[in-house]
């Protein structure tokens, strides 16, 4: 369980002038485990990037051949100060990464390796923006969300997790967790089994899994509806990609304070490490390659609908 971890992050990121710096503190004293962040600057203010890498004893770091996870902790913004006062529900997406990498430092310390590189990337911001949206106001980031990616997808990761609050919307209607299908270079698969099965064992509960439009996949540029950025990543890489979301029965604006609920954040942490030690050591499958290259040898290339584009044609 990853409760502990999951409290001290969401201590630290209550704080109104926490920074990327204290993040990456945490990780001062894990030996092998690199810590790193930066600011980077946008229109309406700027954020920290954080990134932890945890080595496996058999990953690209020590040359070896054991597939690199990426987990990234999706969010407009921890904060939308002075317009809500405290935490809000977005910054749970923060907590989860903060929390993964959190254990799989002490797991490495006490000598429980991955075989397998994970890399952790997320963005601290207290001070974010809140942006209109139906059924539930969204919020916003200081930073376009393109520009982020750049920083959060990290091109040695060979498939990732986005782990984003889905609270916004009326069709999870669900307290916990729940995962997309996955999503690689345009094309929406059916979900993953293996992730289907961890899920379970995870939980004790049956799986649940929310369903995507062709538009959540697109480039949030485009203004097009979209059920939030937790599918965004994909528009970033072209390696395999499914969202975690965190979830609840109601609809609950992502600028809600006090409505974040630890123990679903802890859960949604556990199942990102059991998947990462899965998938570290070959034993869990993000998608199905030969159904993914017969969907390409009938129908070609989807990459157009995840990359950034014009109209093709004038809209009356």
Do not use: W
Request: with cysteine; hydrophobic share 40%; aromatic share 6%.
């Amino acid at each position: 369980m990853s409760l502990k971890q999951t409290m001290t992050a969401f201590d630290l990121l209550e704080d109104s002038q926490v920074t990327g710096h204290a993040v990456v503190a945490l990780f001062e004293n894990f030996e092998g485990v690199t810590a790193i962040t930066y600011p980077i600057k946008g229109n309406k203010g700027s954020t920290d990037i954080v990134r932890i890498d945890i080595p496996g004893t058999k990953g690209k770091k020590e040359q070896g051949d054991a597939p690199t996870l990426g987990i990234i902790g999706r969010l407009g913004g921890i904060g939308a100060r002075p317009a809500r006062i405290g935490m809000v529900s977005d910054a749970d997406g923060a907590v989860a990464a903060i929390a993964c990498a959190l254990k799989l430092a002490t797991m490495r310390q006490r000598g429980d390796r991955l075989e397998g590189d994970v890399v952790i990337t997320t963005h601290i911001c207290p001070f974010a923006p809140v942006r209109p949206h139906k059924p539930v106001d969204f919020m916003d980031s200081p930073v376009t969300t393109a520009e982020i990616l750049a920083h959060e997808v990290i091109d040695e990761c060979d498939a990732y997790l986005s782990i984003d609050t889905t609270k916004g919307n009326r069709y999870i209607n669900h307290k916990g967790f729940a995962i997309s299908p996955t999503v690689i270079d345009g094309y929406i698969l059916h979900p993953a089994d293996d992730l289907i099965e961890l899920m379970e064992f995870v939980t004790g509960k049956r799986a649940v899994c929310f369903p995507l439009s062709t538009a959540d996949i697109t480039p949030y540029s485009n203004n097009l509806h979209h059920i939030n950025s937790i599918m965004q990543p994909a528009t970033a890489t072209d390696k395999p990609l499914v969202g975690v979301a965190i979830t609840t029965e109601t609809s609950v604006p992502g600028c809600g304070t006090g409505v974040s609920h630890e123990t679903d954040i802890a859960t949604v942490s556990s199942f990102c490490i059991e998947v990462a030690k899965a998938y570290s050591r070959h034993a869990c499958s993000f998608y199905s390659e030969e159904q993914f290259e017969g969907l390409k040898k009938y129908y070609g290339s989807m990459s157009h609908l995840v990359r950034e584009s014009e109209p093709l044609y004038a809209i009356p």
